[in-house]
């Protein structure tokens, strides 16, 4: 199941093949000099080396083609994939217990315990787009963004604040859309007023002051009575957000488990259409759309001038690029689409608190699947949080999960089976029940040791394998 | 047996190749210069006999025995010192507690230090003074003087005499000389005239290998093999 | 001192009124005493983090994990072996042997987390070193949490039969300080000054006087020098590592017993970020920074307590909005921090 989405890196594109350089130096070879020479100065150079034919614009159109039917093949697997997911979990939970002579077999109550249930899909969608965004500032530029649940946090508020009308000159009533948007430029300025004073600094130093700004926005928001009658809890919306075209009824389609839009029988097809179904497919487009905008912004100049700034400062500036105002623009980019992660979160929930959306734990979170998934890598950190979530759901017991199907299959006679006064259900009940933060520590802890390059990190760097091999025989050649 | 023996020594930054089959001797109470340009490799090979960057293949032998894979504290123990480029004072300790830090801990530590402090008598006045409030001349007094005490046989010395004025180079050059008569030493130095006026033998070295050497006796700077090489 | 968040508008007479009652003897008395018994126990967590950082390069986010260890472990100590009838003074010795006790135990634990999991990654980036004890604070709190909920205690927010051990001449207002300042200020404060004051002495001559300690100030200038010259610096790395575990482990002693705190899991995080504003105000690495930084937000942290329980400011959050301030605008005027060395961090 993880194999194809995480397959499509590999055809990603050949700009990224030359960012792998940069994942290996993260995990610790030190990148040599002309490493960076060879993306900033001469990439066009490369470019057309690495190109059969450099003279014939027929074989560079045809090799662009080919390279984005790659590409789009890729991402239709991964689309598809999400798209026919809530269908796959369907069917496979629907399979119908069997009985096989000695015992039973149940297939659906299995898929069921181990399949993320469509909730956990969605929260899978925030948390993957906010990631994103955090690996877009940290991943690509080097400056690690400790103080990001403050954009998530914004787009959060934003939109359920202006849903009740607490914001100056916006109406109650302006759709959806309009105050994500406003929630995620708002999220931006504020990034530009951080980044002003922080991108004097660097390293570790950089992490401390956005996680200090972070953390008085969170106190100050944690407090102020405007936002919230009890602001410890956090403001609730009047009203269900609506994705979709702005002032268009029936091109807006509204989200949440219990507010959100259903369907019966689509176009006559016997299909019937969740709230959850609806929230799940319109919450998933926009986070496409921020994936794919994300995607051109990384693989433009802009972007690779970011990964230059990674590999190398002081390179880049001497190069002459003027970096503190790269650094802001990919700061203020990436606040943005956290902002908008953040407001569909609270758009779906109906609200927002302060813990779920200020907090340092959700950037922690953010962290976390980041680099499960792939530091450096834009898709990594979906991957991340599917992976991520899927482990939420199976240790908990919410949806299914393990601990109740644990409960249900094992034969009563090992369930009370009492080794020193613990049985072995009160082991499930303890460390598998709702334990998810526990496993994923581990997880966490062994991927950093082992596996320092994430999911889709490591994954390319096996398939790009040849590229990597022929890149120090590239940079020979440019270094005479 | 030579004192020091680095037989086919490659050497790698990430993936730079800077000692390409690096060969060398030195002979127990010599002073050996090795000269050449800007990053032809002559602090890798310092770097590389100490261990601090290790070879990735070849060896390096002291007193006969294998260098290669043994961790840095433990060559140093064996009685190699280092005087690196830039000095590399530790700032915030006194001049006392600088030498302190390269005394075993099974030493006797007042005899040695006295003996440093005859050595350099400008250490002695400033000895509870932070090393970072030393003159550029007293801070490489005293990387020399941190550099051999504890008797160390071999003294492996960075640019002595860069960033000091000429007066000052003068007297490093003196401390180096006394120190030459007791204490056997690899040299690296820019400053030609200097290099062969201290070295009773050097090695050229270009794209980290050794291209010419022999006595320093007689050899100018004009020397054509030498040009070859020296010149920008 | 004025609020535009919740309206408050100051009038003359309000801030003369202010004036006059913060420059009352006993109210100076008070914030001054509270501050330093919270500065001293904000010293003894962040010195160990600022050796571990200035030595080894490694920003711990693990360091409150092992505060919130050391409060539990503390905790059950106390409350196994007291009843309701033991006296003060075997409260305090038994709080002083589990003092040592906790000390020794996250000292070895510490350097057995140092030896396994944190030397293989030193030669990565310094962002490696972040993540990877930060996931080791996520696990120490996920096992904290599971531990203690199987035995029946929740938690969140904090363990109140461990916070009850203390004795009630340290709960209760001092006599000592009443009689001095004429004011009722709780005992825990002056206790906790006493012991940060020798604790900070002990790292002091520690630094100072020892052998070990000489190699950790030139290791935390050079390591690579100090390898050179002969030293087994990983050997000091491991100490080190282990030592400031233990450290933060004894800071979470204190924890237990203090009226604001207690024994809880979200010691982990609050912990943390406390520790890092102490840090960075002083200068990553730097002990006598520690000390004074520590000073300085355990002060501010009473001098906001006060204004917001007089209600001379209705905001809730002003501590705590404080000291997150002091950390970002330390870090604007003066990043290397108070006593830090312009290249701190350039390992």
Not at chain 2, 6 to 33: F, P
Not at chain 2, 190 to 216: C, K, W
Not at chain 3, 108 to 133: C, F, N
Request: glycine share 10%.
């Amino acid at each position: 199941m993880a194999i194809s989405p995480t397959r499509r890196p590999d055809g990603d594109d050949d700009t990224d093949a030359r960012g792998d350089g940069g994942t290996e130096s993260a995990s610790g070879q030190p990148a040599t000099d002309s490493l960076e020479e060879s993306q900033v100065a001469t990439d066009t150079t490369e470019r057309t080396t690495m190109t059969e034919e450099p003279g014939g614009d027929d074989a560079e159109g045809a090799h662009w083609t080919v390279q984005y039917a790659r590409d789009h093949l890729a991402h239709v697997l991964v689309i598809g994939f999400f798209a026919l997911y809530p269908g796959l979990v369907a069917v496979l939970t629907g399979i119908p217990a069997l009985d096989i002579g000695f015992t039973t077999v149940d297939p659906g109550a299995f898929f069921d315990a181990f399949l993320p249930a469509m909730t956990f899909m969605i929260a899978m969608l925030f948390l993957g787009l906010f990631a994103m965004s955090f690996d877009f500032i940290s991943g690509y530029t080097g400056y690690l963004s400790f103080g990001h649940a403050a954009f998530y946090g914004i787009g959060a508020y934003v939109v359920v604040m202006a849903a009740n009308g607490d914001i100056p000159i916006v109406p109650e009533g302006t759709p959806f859309m309009l105050t994500l948007l406003l929630g995620a430029t708002v999220a931006f300025l504020v990034a530009l007023a951080i980044g002003a004073v922080s991108f004097r600094l660097t390293g570790v130093y950089f992490a401390m002051i956005t996680l200090g700004f972070a953390q008085v926005i969170y106190e100050l928001v944690r407090n102020w009575d405007y936002v919230a009658t009890n602001p410890q809890e956090g403001p609730s919306m009047s009203g269900a957000a609506e994705i979709g075209i702005p002032y268009v009824d029936s091109l807006s389609f509204a989200i949440g488990r219990l507010a959100g839009d259903s369907f019966e029988n689509v176009l006559g097809l016997g299909i019937d259409i969740s709230a959850t179904l609806t929230s799940y497919y319109a919450i998933g487009l926009v986070v496409l759309g921020c994936y794919f905008a994300m995607q051109r912004i990384i693989h433009s100049p802009f972007g690779r001038v970011m990964i230059a700034i990674r590999e190398n400062e002081e390179r880049a500036r001497a190069v002459g690029y003027n970096v503190f105002w790269y650094k802001m623009a990919a700061f203020g980019m990436s606040a943005f689409f956290a902002a908008i992660a953040g407001a569909m979160f609270a758009g779906y929930r109906g609200s927002a608190s302060p813990d779920s959306t200020f907090y340092f734990l959700v950037t922690a979170d953010a962290l976390i699947v980041t680099i499960v998934g792939g530091i450096g890598t834009l898709a990594g950190p979906l991957f991340g949080s599917f992976f991520f979530e899927s482990l939420e759901d199976i240790l908990s017991s919410q949806q299914g999960g393990l601990a109740p199907y644990l409960r249900e299959t094992l034969p009563e006679a090992m369930l009370s089976a009492d080794v020193a006064g613990i049985t072995f259900l009160d082991v499930i009940n303890t460390v598998v029940d709702g334990r998810a933060p526990l496993y994923l520590g581990i997880v966490f802890v062994l991927f950093v040791l082992f596996v320092p390059n994430g999911l889709l990190g490591s994954v390319r760097d096996r398939l790009g394998g040849t590229v990597a091999k022929r890149l120090p025989a590239h940079l020979e050649r440019y270094r005479k | 047996m030579s004192l020091l023996e680095l037989e086919d020594v490659h050497t790698y930054y990430g993936e730079s190749h800077i000692l390409q089959g690096m060969n060398l001797t030195v002979e127990e109470g010599e002073v050996v210069a090795l000269i050449g340009r800007n990053g032809v490799g002559k602090t890798t090979t310092l770097r590389s006999i100490l261990q601090l960057t290790a070879p990735r293949s070849g060896s390096v032998r002291f007193r006969g025995e294998d260098l290669t894979g043994n961790p840095t504290h433990e060559v140093a123990d064996r009685g190699i010192g280092w005087v690196p480029e830039d000095r590399r004072m530790f700032g915030y300790l006194t001049v006392e507690e600088n030498l302190r830090v390269a005394i075993d801990p099974d030493q006797e530590v007042e005899p040695l230090r006295d003996e440093m402090f005859d050595l350099f008598p400008d250490l002695a006045r400033f000895r509870e003074k932070e090393a970072r409030n030393l003159s550029g001349g007293q801070q490489q007094m005293l990387a020399i003087a941190r550099g051999i005490v504890g008797d160390n046989e071999l003294l492996l010395v960075d640019e002595p005499s860069e960033g000091l004025a000429p007066l000052i180079v003068e007297q490093v050059v003196e401390a180096l000389r006394e120190v030459s008569t007791e204490t056997t030493m690899v040299l690296v130095e820019q400053n030609f005239p200097l290099a062969m006026d201290l070295a009773d033998r050097f090695y050229l070295i270009d794209h980290g290998t050794v291209v010419e050497s022999g006595p320093t006796e007689g050899v100018t700077a004009d020397d054509e093999r030498i040009q070859r090489y020296l010149a920008a | 001192m004025i609020d535009p968040l919740t309206h408050a508008t100051v009038d003359a007479p309000m801030l003369a009124d202010t004036l006059s009652r913060f420059f009352q003897p006993d109210t100076l008395a008070r914030i001054l005493i509270e501050g330093l018994g919270k500065a001293a126990i904000y010293f003894i967590i962040a010195i160990g983090l600022t050796l571990v950082f200035g030595l080894m390069g490694i920003l711990n986010f693990a360091h409150g994990a092992f505060a919130m260890v050391g409060a539990y472990i503390g905790g059950v100590i106390m409350v196994v072996a007291l009843s309701s009838a033991s006296g003060a003074f075997t409260r305090i010795a038994l709080f002083i042997v589990v003092v040592a006790v906790v000390f020794a135990l996250l000292t070895a634990a510490g350097s057995a987390l140092e030896i396994k999991l944190v030397r293989p990654i030193y030669d990565r980036t310094p962002m490696y070193q972040i993540l990877l004890t930060f996931g080791v604070g996520l696990i120490l709190e996920e096992l904290a949490r599971i531990i203690v909920s199987s035995r029946g205690i929740q938690p969140e927010p904090t363990w109140s039969a461990a916070q009850a051990t203390i004795p009630g001449f340290l709960s209760g207002p001092s006599d000592v300080l009443n009689s001095l300042f004429g004011v009722n200020i709780r005992g825990f404060y002056l206790f906790a000054i006493v012991s940060g004051a020798i604790l900070a002495v002990a790292v002091y001559l520690f630094l100072t006087r020892t052998l070990y300690g000489l190699y950790i100030r030139a290791g935390s200038e050079d390591p690579e020098m100090v390898e050179a010259l002969g030293i087994d610096v990983r050997k000091a790395f491991t100490i080190v590592f282990g030592l400031g575990t233990g450290l933060a482990a004894v800071g979470g002693v204190f924890l237990m017993w203090d009226p604001t705190w207690g024994p809880s899991v979200m010691l982990n995080l609050d912990v943390l970020l406390y520790a890092f504003v102490v840090v960075v105000i002083g200068g990553l690495g730097s002990f006598k920074g520690t000390l004074v930084a520590a000073v300085i937000v355990g002060v501010a942290d009473s001098f906001t307590t006060w204004l917001f329980n007089t209600g001379i400011v209705a905001f809730s959050g002003l501590p705590e909005v404080t000291i997150f301030l002091l950390l970002v605008i330390a870090l604007i005027i003066r990043p290397q921090g108070l006593y830090g060395v312009e290249e701190v961090g350039g390992h």
